[in-house]
């Protein structure tokens, strides 16, 4: 097939052109040239900015599309005003943090969806985000019809994730020691590796499958302590030992899901990390062990350290200090 991607060299993106061209595919990526200097030599790079530039996509033809960096309906309907048929089957990135919450655990795709008080804003905030990704989906489906596949990830996982979140447990264990446990044992999670789902992605559309999928693993019920738990039994020193310190003390210590990654912390949202995977799972999904995820990105780290993005994670003296007061009451 000739895919196009939007996108295609940061971290999804970059997995799924991996993937694409790894099943001999004719991948041509349409991005910034911010990211990814050198990579996919065998691919067409077309450079453009989706926001005002998509003259680069003024010729071409392609089987099928996959869209992994559209936030405002705009760019959707922008891009299929300009591809206009010429860009074949249809494949959007999108979110679970489309939903209306609260949800129960276990939910489906058809669970009610996030609605925005003004369908015109463009802010993009954690108020909003989930709303606008639900409107990008509408814009696909009336631009591409019923063919088209949606794939709604949790939280992603795997080399190259450059917002560390997950990231920041695996190293964060691996130094050992007394480990601050954020809130409760029992907080819902899930995750999704990069390249279990990018292999998946490109399959749908070799199968011609459309639909709309929870990219997530495992299914529920899995909490933030079996995340921990399966971290440090791959990665964490003889001796290491969590401290799980409760939600109330560390939101009054001014602490948020920044400085403990992926912590639901006071989030009215954090039931959505208790998505039903049974419809991917049916369409071919095949998740990898968390514990081989968290083996292959430390060994992953240790070749090729990740930036770690300002403000992520607390640092040694903080946890120590944190802990010690936690003690104390």
Avoid at 84 to 100: A, E, K, N, P
Avoid at 162 to 170: A, D, K, P
Avoid at 209 to 225: E, Q, R
Avoid at 288 to 299: I, Y
């Amino acid at each position: 097939m000739r895919i196009l991607i939007i996108g295609g060299t940061a971290f999804v993106g970059r997995h799924i052109a991996q993937a694409a061209i790894d099943a001999g595919h004719d991948v041509t990526l349409f991005h910034r040239g911010r990211t990814g200097a050198g990579l996919f030599p065998q691919a067409t790079h077309l450079t453009g900015d989706r926001d005002h530039d998509l003259r680069a996509l003024a010729g071409g033809q392609w089987d099928a599309t996959i869209d992994v960096c559209a936030y405002l309906p705009r760019q959707v309907r922008a891009l299929a005003g300009l591809l206009d048929g010429r860009g074949g089957r249809q494949l959007f990135i999108s979110t679970t943090s489309v939903y209306r919450t609260p949800v129960a655990p276990g939910f489906g795709e058809s669970a009610p969806l996030a609605e925005l008080a003004d369908p015109a804003v463009e802010e993009i905030n954690a108020q909003t985000y989930g709303g606008l990704k639900v409107l990008c989906e509408r814009a696909v489906a009336e631009a591409h019809g019923a063919d088209t596949t949606i794939i709604r990830p949790t939280y992603v996982i795997g080399p190259h994730d450059r917002s560390y979140r997950f990231t920041w447990w695996v190293e964060r264990l691996a130094r050992g020691g007394e480990v601050l446990a954020p809130g409760g044992p029992q907080d819902p999670i899930q995750v999704i590796d990069a390249r279990d789902m990018a292999g998946w992605a490109i399959g749908l559309l070799e199968r011609a499958v459309a639909g709309t999928f929870h990219a997530v693993s495992p299914a529920p019920p899995f909490g933030f302590g079996d995340m921990l738990e399966t971290i440090a039994a791959q990665v964490a020193l003889a001796g290491t030992r969590l401290t799980w310190v409760g939600t109330d003390y560390l939101l009054a210590a001014g602490e948020n899901d920044a400085s403990l990654p992926l912590w639901p912390g006071g989030d009215s949202e954090s039931d959505i990390n208790a998505a039903n995977p049974a419809a991917a799972l049916a369409a071919g999904l095949r998740p990898r062990p968390l514990g081989q995820s968290v083996t292959e990105l430390h060994e992953h780290e240790m070749r090729v350290p990740t930036a770690v993005p300002a403000g992520t994670g607390v640092t040694r003296q903080r946890e120590a200090d944190l802990l010690e007061a936690w003690h104390r009451q």
